[in-house]
């Protein structure tokens, strides 16, 4: 069973940090690339940020860049999300995505889905 479960989520103050955790199995992680999505209420799930299978691409969104870094352990089978200089506007549910290298460059060709994390950030 292809599964992927997120951790980390957390009420931070405004400029704090977190660590999101991403954590699959089920499926052979080596070969997918991995995405961070958000949806605040009331918003559309909005891409955060993604790395591919073997690390040479990453993206963020103009809005994380310079506060977020994406990393992944293959041999732990789990990818993370480092969220330092937190903002209220970065409140949202967390989920992290497995598919093809191509989500990392737009495709929203998603083939798996973690149930998501909320993470609030109070001014």
């Known amino acids: 069973e292809v599964q992927l479960v997120e951790s980390g989520g957390g009420l931070v103050q405004a400029g704090g940090s977190l660590r999101l955790s991403c954590a699959a199995s089920?499926?052979?992680?080596?070969?997918?690339?991995i995405a961070w999505l958000r949806q605040a209420p009331g918003k559309e799930r909005e891409g955060v940020s993604c790395?591919?299978?073997?690390?040479?691409?990453?993206y963020y969104e103009d809005s994380v860049k310079g506060r977020f870094t994406i990393s992944r352990n293959n041999a732990k089978n789990t990818v993370y999300l480092q969220m330092n200089s937190l903002k209220p506007e970065d409140t949202a549910v967390y989920y992290c995505?497995?598919?093809?290298?191509?989500?990392?460059?737009?495709?929203?060709?998603?083939?798996?889905w973690g149930q998501g994390t909320q993470v609030t950030v109070s001014s």
């Open positions: 790395i591919s299978n073997s690390d040479e691409l990453t």
């Open positions: 089920g499926f052979t992680y080596d070969d997918y690339a």
């Open positions: 995505a497995a598919g093809p290298r191509e989500i990392c460059i737009g495709s929203k060709l998603y083939e798996a």
